[in-house]
């Protein structure tokens, strides 16, 4: 409890996250790479879908992102609005805009899969429209702390929007189910073992890990610059500026 | 490696090959931002702060 006590304070995040980053990234880079290769090249095309399907190692990955950032941002907005914990807050601004990028990410690619596999780049379905949603969720939380010029404020109105809006998560992971669309079920975040080969599973597990893997090392980047900004008149701050040169 | 086969993806090209490019392009501006951010933060705080000396609480 002692190093969650520590580590939650802006000063002592600061520099921890200071050294995660290079490592965090490196493993990203890695990672991305062998997914890359394993997906575009190693794996062989889909006897359905052709070579078209390749799509999902971007497409799959973002939209698991899309969903596992809100959840984080979410938590993060509840901790700060309930025990008004700082680097909560922070947590929750600074994953907004790569939750947004995931998200966006996964309706593009999932647009671009759509036009050869369904004929339509868009369709009013529950899966499409409740990720899409998502990204209106992701955007109106950014725009309304933009709004707000006090930071404590701004978390706390921003919190409140977070937490009603964790209510589209689980419609967006079970729309397959609970309606008929055009997107196809789950066929790995299910009950039961995976129905895709595992040739395609393993370089999609590879791409997921990297995903996350760069949400946590943009994140710290994103809560360093938060924390800086929060903390300008604060003494360790002026250490670090003025170490810098 | 067949180069010509690899780009072509099966006659998916077009698709497969614009939805890397826009996930690269958003994931790039995803490292750019923040880390010009950061120059620019650091800085507005070292410009204050050579205008403050001696008043570092």
Do not use: C
Request: charged residues 15%; glycine residues 6%; hydrophobic residues 55%.
């Amino acid at each position: 409890m002692n190093f969650f006590h520590k580590y939650s304070s802006p000063k002592h995040f600061y520099p921890l996250a200071g050294r995660l980053i290079p490592w965090f990234g490196a493993i990203t880079a890695v990672l991305m790479m062998v997914g890359l290769y394993w997906g575009l090249v190693i794996a062989p095309p889909d006897y359905q879908q052709g070579d078209s399907y390749r799509i999902m190692f971007v497409h799959v990955p973002s939209a698991w992102m899309s969903l596992f950032v809100y959840v984080v941002m979410a938590v993060g907005a509840a901790i700060s609005f309930i025990w008004n914990i700082k680097l909560a807050d922070v947590l929750a601004a600074s994953s907004a805009p790569l939750g947004a990028s995931f998200t966006l990410i996964a309706l593009v690619t999932g647009s671009l899969w759509g036009k050869p596999m369904w004929g339509t780049w868009w369709v009013w379905d529950a899966r499409l429209t409740s990720e899409l949603i998502l990204f209106f969720l992701y955007v109106g939380y950014m725009a309304l702390r933009a709004s707000i010029d006090d930071p404590r404020r701004a978390g706390q109105s921003s919190a409140i929007l977070a937490m009603v809006g964790i209510v589209n998560i689980p419609i967006i992971h079970f729309s397959v189910d609970w309606w008929h669309t055009l997107h196809q079920p789950a066929s790995v975040m299910k009950l039961g073992a995976p129905t895709i080969y595992i040739t395609m599973l393993i370089p999609l597990i590879i791409m997921a890990i990297a995903f996350q893997m760069f949400y946590f090392t943009v994140l710290l980047v994103r809560m360093r610059n938060e924390i800086l900004e929060r903390e300008k008149h604060t003494g360790w701050v002026a250490d670090i500026v003025d170490g810098r040169g | 490696m067949n180069w010509s086969r690899f780009f072509a993806m099966g006659g998916f090209a077009v698709y497969v090959w614009s939805a890397y490019g826009f996930a690269a392009v958003v994931l790039t501006l995803n490292v750019v931002i923040p880390l010009r951010q950061r120059k620019t933060i650091l800085k507005r705080i070292s410009r204050f702060l050579r205008f403050d000396q001696g008043d570092q609480s």
